[in-house]
C-alpha cells in the first residue's frame, strides 16, 4: 500500500509526525510505524555511493508521456536548443536526471503525483511546462504565472534503500530547504552570466521556512509531497515556481500584502529579460548536485549555508524578535535563531534558553507581517 502525503513545504515535518502517532491523512495512506528519532546511520556516505553506481547502470524508463521532451542517459528524444548554453548540463549529474518536458500542463505537480510510479526510481525525475492551467502553490493556493515565463518544475526521487528509515525521516522534511538553496544558486548563476553591471543590489535570500526572496520581494516558492510506502516514507515530489521574465506590472497583481512578488527581469533591470529554459536546466543540475551531498551526510552538511541566506537572520537584532506559534493554542516570544542540524527552527526566549521546533509560524512584532509559509 502507498499513497501520496499532502503537505505544504513548511510543513513537511508536520505530515511525518502525523503519520507516527495519528491516522492516515488520507484513506489509502498507511500508518508510519517507525520514529522520527534515532542516530544517523554510520554509513550515510555509503548510501547514496550504492545509489549513484545503481543510476549510472540504469536504463531509461520506458514510460515518455505525450509531447514529452526526454533528457538522460545515453541520448535524448528530443534536445532543447538552449541545452548548449548550459554546459554545466552535462556533467555526472547527466547519468542520474531525467528530464520531461511540456508546452502545457495542469500542474507540473498534479502530473508527478499522478504518474511518479511509472519512473525509474533510481532516477531524479524532473518535469517541467512553458505554462499550468492549474499551478500549485502552498496550502493549495494557485501559481500564477505568465506563459513562457517561469521555471516550473516538479522533481520526484526516491531515497536510496540504503538509507536507513530513521536516515529518511530524520532529513526527509529538509528538501525543501535543500531545494531553496539550488534555488538561490541558480539565480546568483543567471546574474553573473546575463547582468555584467546591475543597476541596483541584489539581495537573495530564503525566507524561513523555504520561499526564496529578491530585494524583500518572494521571487520563488517551493511545494512538497511525501510519499509512503509500506510505512516508509519512500520518496519524496517536490516542486519551485520561479518568477523569471514577468514585468513588475505582471507580479503587481498577485496581491500579497507582506512579501511582495517580483521576477528576476524586474528585480535586475535587464531589459531582453533571461533564458528561462537554460534557468531551468541548471535548477535541475544544481539540485541534483545538492542532493548527492544530502544523501550523503543529511541536512546538517547544509544548516550553515541555510543560515548563512536566511533573511531575517541577516537583519538587524530588532527585527529577528518575534513571536513564535507553536500551535493554535500555544506561542512563545523571543529571537529568531535559525535552524539547527535537525532544520528545525530555534527561538531563543527571553530567558537565554534556545529552543527547537519541527514546525510552526513566525509572526512579526508589526501585526500586519508574518512569516508563515506562504
Same mark, same amino acid.
Not at 547544509?302 to 541555510?306: K, Q
Not at 513566525?362 to 501585526?367: A, G
Given at each position: 500500500m502507498s499513497g501520496?502525503?499532502?503537505v505544504?513545504g513548511?510543513?513537511?515535518?508536520?505530515?511525518l509526525?502525523?503519520?507516527?502517532?495519528a491516522?492516515p491523512?488520507?484513506?489509502?495512506?498507511?500508518?508510519?510505524?517507525?520514529?522520527?528519532?534515532g542516530?544517523?546511520?554510520?554509513?550515510q556516505r555509503r548510501?547514496?555511493?550504492?545509489?549513484?553506481?545503481?543510476?549510472?547502470?540504469?536504463r531509461?524508463?520506458?514510460?515518455?508521456?505525450p509531447r514529452?521532451?526526454?533528457?538522460g542517459l545515453?541520448?535524448?528524444?528530443?534536445?532543447?536548443?538552449?541545452?548548449?548554453a548550459?554546459?554545466a548540463?552535462?556533467r555526472?549529474?547527466?547519468?542520474?536526471?531525467?528530464e520531461?518536458?511540456?508546452?502545457?500542463l495542469?500542474?507540473t505537480q498534479s502530473f508527478?503525483?499522478?504518474e511518479y510510479?511509472?519512473?525509474d526510481?533510481?532516477?531524479?525525475t524532473?518535469v517541467?511546462?512553458?505554462?499550468?492551467t492549474?499551478g500549485?502553490?502552498?496550502?493549495?493556493?494557485n501559481?500564477?504565472a505568465v506563459?513562457g515565463?517561469?521555471?516550473?518544475v516538479t522533481f520526484?526521487?526516491r531515497?536510496?534503500l540504503?538509507?536507513s528509515t530513521?536516515?529518511?525521516?530524520?532529513?526527509a522534511?529538509n528538501?525543501?530547504k535543500?531545494?531553496?538553496i539550488?534555488?538561490?544558486?541558480?539565480?546568483?548563476?543567471a546574474v553573473?552570466?546575463?547582468?555584467?553591471?546591475p543597476s541596483?543590489?541584489?539581495?537573495?535570500?530564503?525566507?524561513?521556512p523555504?520561499d526564496?526572496?529578491a530585494?524583500?520581494?518572494?521571487?520563488?516558492?517551493?511545494?512538497?509531497?511525501?510519499?509512503v510506502s509500506?510505512g516508509r516514507l519512500?520518496?519524496?515530489?517536490?516542486g519551485?515556481?520561479?518568477n523569471?521574465?514577468?514585468?513588475?506590472?505582471?507580479?503587481d497583481?498577485?496581491?500579497?500584502?507582506?512579501?511582495?512578488?517580483t521576477?528576476l527581469?524586474?528585480?535586475t533591470?535587464?531589459s531582453?529579460?533571461f533564458?528561462?529554459a537554460?534557468?531551468?536546466?541548471q535548477?535541475?543540475?544544481?539540485?541534483?548536485?545538492e542532493?548527492?551531498?544530502? %544523501? $550523503?551526510?543529511g541536512?546538517?552538511a547544509?544548516?550553515?549555508? #541555510?543560515n548563512?541566506? *536566511?533573511?531575517?537572520? &541577516? @537583519?538587524? +537584532?530588532a527585527a529577528r524578535?518575534?513571536?513564535?506559534?507553536?500551535?493554535?493554542r500555544?506561542?512563545i516570544?523571543g529571537? %529568531? $535563531?535559525?535552524v539547527?542540524?535537525e532544520?528545525?527552527?530555534? #527561538?531563543?526566549?527571553? *530567558?537565554?534558553r534556545? &529552543? @527547537?521546533f +519541527?514546525?510552526?509560524e513566525?509572526?512579526?512584532?508589526?501585526?500586519?507581517?508574518?512569516?508563515r509559509?506562504?
Open positions: 501520496v502525503v499532502a505544504s513548511g510543513s513537511l515535518a508536520s505530515a509526525r502525523s503519520l507516527v502517532v491516522a491523512v488520507a484513506a489509502r495512506l498507511p500508518l508510519m510505524r517507525s520514529t522520527l528519532l542516530a544517523a546511520p554510520t554509513s548510501c547514496f555511493a550504492t545509489a549513484a553506481a545503481t543510476a549510472r547502470d540504469a531509461l524508463p520506458d514510460v515518455l508521456p514529452g521532451r526526454l533528457f545515453g541520448g535524448e528524444v528530443e534536445r532543447a536548443s538552449a541545452l548548449a548550459a554546459p548540463w552535462r555526472a549529474s547527466d547519468e542520474w536526471l531525467v520531461y518536458h511540456f508546452e502545457e495542469d500542474s508527478v503525483e499522478r510510479s511509472g519512473f526510481p533510481t532516477r531524479l524532473v517541467s511546462a512553458d505554462f499550468q492549474r500549485k502553490g502552498t496550502r493549495d493556493r501559481w500564477e506563459r515565463q517561469s521555471v516550473l520526484y526521487f531515497f536510496p540504503e538509507c530513521s536516515f529518511v525521516n530524520r532529513n522534511p528538501v525543501t535543500v531545494l531553496s539550488a534555488l538561490v544558486d541558480t539565480l546568483q548563476w553573473a552570466a546575463s547582468v555584467p553591471r541596483v543590489g541584489l539581495d537573495l535570500g530564503i525566507k524561513w523555504n526564496v526572496v530585494n524583500g520581494q518572494k521571487i520563488a516558492g517551493v511545494v512538497a509531497r511525501a510519499v509500506e519512500e520518496s519524496v515530489i517536490v519551485a515556481g520561479l523569471v521574465n514577468q514585468t513588475q506590472a505582471d507580479m497583481r498577485i496581491k500579497r500584502p507582506v512579501w511582495p512578488a521576477s527581469k524586474a528585480v533591470g535587464l531582453g529579460g533564458d528561462v537554460a534557468l531551468r536546466q535548477l535541475a543540475v544544481n539540485f541534483a548536485d542532493l548527492r551531498l544530502f %544523501f $550523503a551526510e541536512f546538517a547544509f544548516r550553515e549555508r #541555510i548563512a541566506m *536566511d533573511v531575517l537572520l &541577516r @537583519s538587524e +537584532p524578535e518575534v513571536r513564535f506559534r507553536i500551535s493554535e500555544s506561542e516570544e529571537e %529568531f $535563531a535559525g539547527d542540524e532544520g528545525h527552527i530555534v #527561538i531563543r526566549t527571553h *530567558d537565554g534556545a &529552543r @527547537s +519541527p514546525a510552526g513566525i509572526v512579526l512584532r508589526s501585526p500586519e507581517d508574518s512569516l509559509p506562504t
